[in-house]
């Protein structure tokens, strides 16, 4: 699990079978410790991780666990599972490597090969500096594929996220270098300039990508990789780092993909730095990329670290007063709740990542909830700005003549009042339903401002 979405899943469980063997075991001896490490061979090589980079991790593992003793206190099992997590995270580059948005503006240019999941992942990429507080403008210069334009404004102008392009232009180094100077002007923090995508192979991408940085001086070269190539990501990997010192990469589609494993220890393999993955098609389907939290997540040591920092994360977004999120949390909230809670929700998007991280929570939001679009919370505003304090606070009182009198008053129609409070029934019906122990449970950890498992 990464983010609460199901990335390596396979790989994650295999690993996750060979520590249980571990810890079932009666004694802990040298023929059990090379089993454990036979099984975590096969585990990585099936994710398509080189041999040759199996058998190096795999013998420092059992070397380690063979010879090590361990500290008072710990037992040997706990000290073998810290050296798998250990040796995995080295593996893995050991450090998260976070984008540095230093200058204003920073500039980004992103570059890959045809259908590596570039454009989408420029979509998350402004959507995620954003959420950070940021100003973000996207420039589109792929004049190759006339769709790419409005993909990315679908994408992301819901969002306020303006994006530079001119679908006439066919000159992509004018259109590239026209839109930093636009957005720089703006007084933009970050501005993400989506290069043309045009090339099946490492060669002609390299050679774009050092047309367009000379002309618009990037501070950080992005390269995006899909995860579903597995360990042939090396030569792309290596062909990018060779030819740019600024070079960081995305890995995407690392949802469901068998080979993920093998394309992100191939990437790590020659020494470009990876700062995010991708791991869905949506646009918050983007996480920062650390080894420590990737390796405890694979091997199922718990998600605690990650789900706090997505809380705080979270919290910087969005004002979650504690109070409204126990109400929430126990469905007892009336329109003006509803509406603050919506507005949360629009801009958390993972809620239901979130939830499904908490462990006993596999709760599925409907997804009309998760996603309120722009327009429909404006209009649901707009009524209830027509509605009297009594009505906001206790909903149940708003009858036919009511709804009459506030559509009449709010511009709208009785149908839009009527969608506002069916809306309200339904979220309150959801949160209901959910099971009031692991609610109550919850809401006290919101409270303590902690996870405290
Ligand atoms: N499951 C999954 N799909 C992804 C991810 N990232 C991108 N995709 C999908 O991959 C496909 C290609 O993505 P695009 O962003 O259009 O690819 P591109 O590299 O810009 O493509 P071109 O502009 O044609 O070169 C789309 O269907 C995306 O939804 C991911 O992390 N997970």
Known sequence: M?????VLDKLGQSLNNALKKLARASTVDEALVRDVVRDIQRALITSDVNV??????????????????????VSKKEHIVKIVYEELTNFLGKEAKPVEIKAKPTVLLTVGIQGSGKTTSVAKLSRYFQKHGYKVGVVCSDTWRPGAYQQLKQLIEPYGIEVFGNPEEKNAIKLAKEGVEYFKKKGVDVIIVDSAGRHKEEKGLIEEMRQISNTINPHEVILIIDGTIGQQAYNQALAFKEATPIGSIIVTKLDGSAKGGGALSAVVA????????????????????DPKRFVSRLLGLGDIQGLLEKFEELSKEVEFKEEDMEKFLKGKFNLKDMYAQLEAMKKMGPLQQILKMIPGMGYSLPDEMVRMSEVRLKKFKVIMDSMTEEELENPEIINYSRIKRIARGSGTTTKDVKELINQYNQMKKFFRSMDKRKLAKMAKRFNMGGFGI
């Not at 040759?52 to 206190?73: C, N």
């Open 2 to 6: 990464y983010g609460g979405k199901m």
């Open 52 to 73: 040759r980079l199996v058998l190096d991790l795999t013998k420092k593992i059992e070397k380690r666990a063979l010879e090590e003793k361990p500290p008072a206190g």
């Open 270 to 289: 020659t020494g470009a730095p990876i700062k995010f993955i991708g791991v869905g098609e949506k646009i918050d389907d983007l996480e920062p990329f």
